[in-house]
């Protein structure tokens, strides 16, 4: 007997899918945008034992799309408050388990034994390890994933079948943005360079002050000669005056006058284009405090800050404004930082993103650099793209259609679809064959990677950190050589002497531990139930600046030894070291990709490489911040 408020489900799939629904057991993991949108699909499809699985807490940015939530819920659990909303959909009915976990999906209690008892999986997460690491479980326990993601008005659903389709690894993705810090702290040339900057000076002025957010020592006044050189350094004597009269105008002056006055004095740095200019607060307000001078920006579309046409953030305000914006800022940032302690930025907190656009611009003004609006200093700070309520609801239904499929075994049929944001031949949805598994990915297939790495200088530690979880994703990593165990990852089971004398060991160099050129390590991570070869070739020199490491994905060749070289394929280069004191990382918001590389259903993928105009032919998506 069944619920006569499926009839339509029924009718439409048949009754043989609809108790193949009923009987089915799934597994959400992430309960954001799309898994909001998703949940609620699920149970007015008639399924009835879910699980869902969520680490984040509900915050007030969210509440504008994510509809299962709502103000009175803002820092609860997102799985659990998720849960309890859906049920109201079937009126709190015995009938329906839903099972909600506020939890990290990348803990050895979600490991494969929990993921075997599922009949599929579907994936609404932001976050790219996580879903490398949810890939390689439902791999490795062979069982069928939903993969999807979001980026504005764009978006994509793709079923992941191990044996039949690409997985989420077989498609290289596009490394983060890197911008030098010496670029950021002495000659920006585009928006984001100060928006980085004005980021990093918040931290520096309200938060804990470290080597990654050195952009400004607030009491050297030097501005030409080295303070070693007392006979000929030149100080700017009004920095110690400023600092006397109020807080804001000391910063003002140490960060718009002082900084740059030094640089304009570099004047190597200005021999082809035009220096920066300093400026004086006094020049700029009148002695009451009043601005003294009114100027107006306009937009790429012509829209000013006095026109009164467009929203209040998409409008670049003049540059009086964002003088008035910083000051009162920091007058207000500075009361919070003496009464709570050191700030942390939140693009969600309007008090320090007026202080990061306000900031960002004046410098930009500065620089000579286009002024932008909050609207888009707010996304380009946040690494974000817009989310879209809408385009979450279209992916989230297309999940469950994905789903019926599978539950059919019908994988002759399953699509990767994607939602576009112009029409391509009068339709927004672009369905496209899955492709097969690539032969070279590390992931799916019986491979192995090769790693170029200098073995002189490079620390396990660095091997550990740098390469395996965070290029490769590995969560607690076991290394072995041979029948030689060299690394064994976890401190449930080790004392604290234990974990002191291994961090110790971490220190020394990959050499040391007999791994020279052309040795096999081998990788294996208990908790994703994988494991692979890493042929290690010794490298001291590498085609690109501040890269240290280099890899690529091969097949093996089952002829070849141990000690035989193995070429390049497929080449990520991924592997920039993350070092604060040379380079700055603007993480990369989008995890996933449209691959346009394949022979297969060329013609197609043509037409989302026009609508997306990406000059590497992959389009990134992903679920924006959505978690």
Known sequence: MTDNKFQNII??????????????????????????????????????????????????????????????????????????????????????????????????EFGPNYFKQFNLVMNALDNLSARRHVNRICLSVDIPLIESGTAGFL??????????TECFECIPKVPPKEFAVCTIRSNPSAPIHCIVWAKMLFGRLFGLADDSNAVTDMDDNIVEGDKDDTDNVIRDELLPLAKQKSY????????????IDRLARMTELWKEKKP??????????????????????????????????GLKDQVVMSFQENINMFVESIRKLQVQNEQNGALTWDKDDNLALNFVVSASNIRSHIFNIPLKSK??????????????????????????????????????????????KQPSGKRLLLPIDPEKPKSDCYVCSQNFITLKINTKTTTLSQLLNDVLKKNLSFHDPI?????????????????????????????????????????????????????????????ETFDEDGKWFDISGKQKDQ??????????????????????????????????????????????RKEIESETSDSTKKHKLNENNEQ
């Not at 994509?156 to 079948?161: A, L, M």
């Open 248 to 259: 804001e105008q000391w910063v003002f002056h140490k960060v718009f006058y002082t900084d």
């Open 479 to 539: 290394l072995t050589v041979g029948a030689s165990l060299l690394y064994e990852g976890g401190d449930e089971d080790l004392s604290k002497e234990e974990i002191e004398e291994r961090n110790k060991l971490e220190q020394k160099i990959i050499a040391d531990y007999k791994m020279p050129d052309n040795t096999i390590l081998n990788v294996e991570d208990y908790l994703q139930n994988f494991k692979v070869s890493i042929l290690i070739i010794h490298c």
């Open 375 to 420: 609207f888009d200093i707010k996304a380009m700070a946040g690494n974000i793209i817009p989310a879209i309520a809408t385009t979450n609801a279209i992916i989230s239904g297309l999940i469950v259609l994905e789903a019926f499929k599978v539950l059919n075994n019908e994988f002759d049929k399953c699509k990767s679809t994607y939602l576009l």
């Open 11 to 108: 009718d439409t799939l048949g009754i043989d899918t609809f108790e193949k629904i009923r009987s089915a057991k799934v597994l959400v993991v992430g309960a954001g945008g799309i898994g909001c949108e998703l949940l609620k699909n699920l149970v007015l499809s008639g399924f009835r034992d879910i699980h869902i699985i969520d680490l984040d807490t509900i915050d007030l940015s969210n509440l504008n799309r994510q509809f299962l939530f709502r103000k009175h819920h803002i820092g609860m659990s997102k799985a659990k408050i998720a849960r309890e909303s859906v049920l109201k959909y079937c009126n709190n009915s015995d009938d329906i388990k839903i099972v909600a976990h506020h939890a990290d999906i990348k803990t050895h």
């Open 276 to 309: 920066p200019r300093p400026l004086v607060y006094d020049e700029l307000f009148s002695p009451d405090g009043q601005q003294t001078t009114t100027t107006t920006t306009t937009t790429s579309n012509g829209i000013n800050s006095s026109s009164g046409r």
């Open 155 to 164: 978006g994509q659903v793709s079923v992941i079948r191990k044996g039949v």
């Open 559 to 604: 002829s070849t030894n141990n000690n035989n070289n193995h070429d390049s394929n497929n080449n990520n280069n991924n592997n920039t070291e993350d070092d604060l004191d040379d380079l700055e990382i603007i993480e990369n918001p989008v995890d996933m990709q449209i691959d346009a590389s394949s022979d297969k259903s060329t013609a197609k």
